[in-house]
C-alpha cells in the first residue's frame, strides 16, 4: 500500500514562508499527479497547487504568485510565501498512484495576523 507523509506545517506570521513536503513510501516519481489540497474548519476542501510528471503545474487564484509547487525524486513540495491569515487550514497531500487515489493525514497550517 502506498502512502504520502506530509510534514513542514507550522505556525507563522503574516507575510512569512512556509515549505511543505510530501513523501511517499515509494518511488515519488511513481506517483502522478501530485497535488497539494487544504481544507480550513467550516470550509471545503480545495485544490491548491498540482505537478505532474513532466513538471506541469497548477494553481488555484488565490495563491498563484505566492506559493511554488516543485518535485524532485524523493518528494513533492509547496513553497508558501507572502503567506496570510487566510491561508490558514490543514494541507494534504493527494497523488494517483496508477487508478488508485491517495491521500496524506494532513499538516496543519496557521497564519497569525
Known amino acids: 500500500q502506498v502512502q504520502l507523509v506530509e510534514s513542514g506545517g507550522g505556525l507563522a506570521q503574516a507575510g512569512g514562508s512556509l515549505r511543505l513536503s510530501c513523501a511517499a513510501s515509494?518511488?515519488?516519481?511513481?506517483?502522478?499527479?501530485v497535488s497539494w489540497y487544504r481544507q480550513a474548519p467550516g470550509k471545503q476542501r480545495e485544490l491548491v497547487a498540482g505537478?505532474?510528471?513532466?513538471?506541469g503545474k497548477d494553481y488555484a487564484d488565490s495563491v498563484k504568485g505566492r506559493f511554488i509547487i516543485s518535485r524532485d525524486n524523493r518528494k513533492v513540495y509547496l513553497q508558501m510565501n507572502s503567506l496570510k491569515s487566510e491561508d490558514t487550514a490543514v494541507y494534504y497531500c493527494?497523488?494517483?498512484?496508477?487508478?488508485?487515489?491517495?491521500w496524506g493525514q494532513g499538516t496543519q497550517v496557521t497564519v497569525s495576523s
Open positions: 505537478i505532474n510528471i513532466r513538471g
Open positions: 515509494r518511488n515519488i516519481n511513481s506517483i502522478n499527479p
Open positions: 493527494q497523488g494517483r498512484y496508477g487508478t488508485v487515489e491517495i
